[in-house]
């Protein structure tokens, strides 16, 4: 089960990256393509939930480095500062991929 202030942080990050995409990324052109993947991952110092959302947009404009605006704040800074989260984001030519890795002890209920 996740916690409630977990899931409405990682709630807004998932809903901006939406957003996005629809509006500037992958899912604004037709050939668009959006892989989300999720696991569980044991390291050394505890278990971390590890989210992966990758677009490609092969038939659009090359996605360059955007504006730092709100999308960015919550992916970087709100999800570090709620959940002692490390976000990564790669804006590639052929699309955005976006890795957020969020301690288990700071997501999941016991």
């Known amino acids: 089960r996740v916690r409630p202030r977990a899931a409405e942080s990682f709630g807004l990050a998932v ?50 480095a955007r504006r730092r605006g709100f999308g960015t704040e919550v992916l970087e800074k709100s999800l570090a ?13 052929a699309g955005l991929v976006c890795r957020i890795a969020v301690p288990l002890s700071n997501f999941a209920q016991d």
């Open 81 to 93: 500062y709620e959940l002692g989260a490390e976000t990564s984001l790669v804006f590639g030519p």
């Open 15 to 64: 809903h901006e990256l939406a957003t996005n995409a629809v509006k500037y990324g992958a899912l604004a052109t037709p050939g668009g393509r959006l892989a989300i993947d999720w696991q569980l991952v044991e390291q050394p110092d505890g278990a971390s939930f590890q989210f992966i959302w990758a677009e490609t947009c092969l038939d659009g404009p090359p996605i360059g």
